[in-house]
């Protein structure tokens, strides 16, 4: 099979480095390609100094545009397996291999990278656990699934649904809207244990501020994507 890593990157000069080196050491059979989204910290200068598969994006995008930039280049050069790995260094690249694993034992067409099934490692902060706790409860009323790490940005997606996602990726903190699209398309969804890392370099472009707005959009955008699909069922 043909895989490839995505790897999203935002000013992430401090870490790219080392995200690449991991991939390369620990996932050597995963091709990757960075999406440089208009970073101005000199991360496209350690891009090109390494030499290795990136796109510059014209415009900054968003981490959802971001990750749809790959998946479309994936999809356009026949991956079979696609995974999102952030640039941020809080991904271990050790376990994308168990994600392809548990994706070949359990026929899901995702499996998602969970800090909370063990929860060893860095758990993020005590807000943001709040708001990832609201959102598994979401998702659950919503599709009836528990995922118990629905912010995580390490999930594995085969073919079908890449192609899926290569129409229409939420922009804004995607990863919750995009389960409850996957599943109200009938798609399945996993979880392994995971263990992640607290980031080394700069700083995450969410704020508390911004959190609080992207939650409230979030969950429209989560019950508009769940209503739609009834529609649709109920037309057919």
Not at 18 to 28: G, H, R, S
Not at 122 to 151: C, V, W
Request: a positive charge.
């Amino acid at each position: 099979m043909k895989k490839l890593a995505i790897i999203p990157a935002f000013n992430e000069a401090g870490n790219i480095e080392n995200v690449i080196k991991d991939l390369k050491e620990n996932a050597p059979d995963f091709d990757f390609i960075v999406i440089n989204d208009c970073s101005s910290d000199g991360t496209d200068d350690i891009l090109r100094k390494i030499g290795c598969n990136y796109l510059n994006l014209p415009i900054n995008l968003g981490i959802g545009g971001c990750v749809q930039t790959g998946m479309k280049w994936s999809y356009r050069n026949n991956y079979d397996l696609t995974v999102q790995f952030d640039g941020d260094g809080q991904h271990d690249a050790k376990y994308l291999n168990l994600l392809v694993e548990e994706m070949q034992k359990s026929g899901s067409d995702m499996v998602i990278g969970s800090r909370f099934i063990e929860k060893e490692g860095f758990q993020s902060y005590m807000i943001r656990r709040a708001g990832i706790k609201y959102f598994t409860i979401l998702i659950k009323l919503l599709t009836g699934k528990k995922i118990t790490d629905p912010t995580s940005g390490m999930r594995l997606m085969n073919r079908n649904l890449v192609k899926e996602y290569i129409d229409f990726y939420p922009k804004d903190y995607p990863e919750p809207e995009s389960a409850v699209i996957a599943l109200s398309k009938g798609y399945s969804i996993s979880e392994i244990p995971v263990i992640m890392h607290e980031r080394n370099e700069g700083k995450s472009s969410i704020n508390l501020k911004a959190g609080f707005y992207y939650m409230i959009k979030v969950t429209f955008a989560m019950i508009n994507a769940r209503i739609d699909r009834k529609n649709r069922q109920k037309k057919v």
